[in-house]
């Protein structure tokens, strides 16, 4: 499945952004997705992820509650609330898929990935 993400952008620290992941001319429904991020020089980390049905979320352990997964089936989307924003968020944030998984956040897990929307906060 073809995956975009989208809702990045320019935003000062402690602020909020929410990451869309889509799915044009498929549906989300039967896979699990996760969003990835990947700052200039460092490995890509997962971020959160969640089931098909939503009913399992995943949080990489950095977050401390800043950021919250979900889904809409009905819209066939994925969304990533980032609130309080801190400068070593800034990374391209990828959304990634995996047909029946759990939606946890391993990259070896995902198959299919979307090409990643830049996330910049300022100090």
């Known amino acids: 499945v073809q995956l975009q993400a989208s809702g990045g952008g320019l935003v000062q620290a402690g602020g909020s952004l929410r990451l869309s992941c889509s799915a044009p001319g498929a549906t989300l429904d039967n896979y699990a997705v996760a969003w990835f991020r990947q700052a200039p020089g460092k490995e890509r980390e997962g971020v959160s992820g969640?089931?098909?049905?939503?009913?399992?979320?995943y949080y990489g352990d950095f977050l401390q509650g800043r950021f919250t997964i979900s889904r809409d089936n009905s819209a066939n989307k994925v969304y990533l609330q980032m609130n309080s924003l801190k400068p070593e968020d800034t990374a391209v944030y990828y959304c990634?898929?995996?047909?029946?998984?759990?939606?946890?956040?391993?990259?070896?897990?995902?198959?299919?990935w979307g090409r990643g929307t830049l996330v910049t906060v300022s100090s």
């Open positions: 990634a898929a995996d047909l029946g998984g759990a939606g946890t956040i391993y990259v070896d897990e995902y198959d299919d």
């Open positions: 969640i089931s098909s049905s939503g009913g399992h979320t």
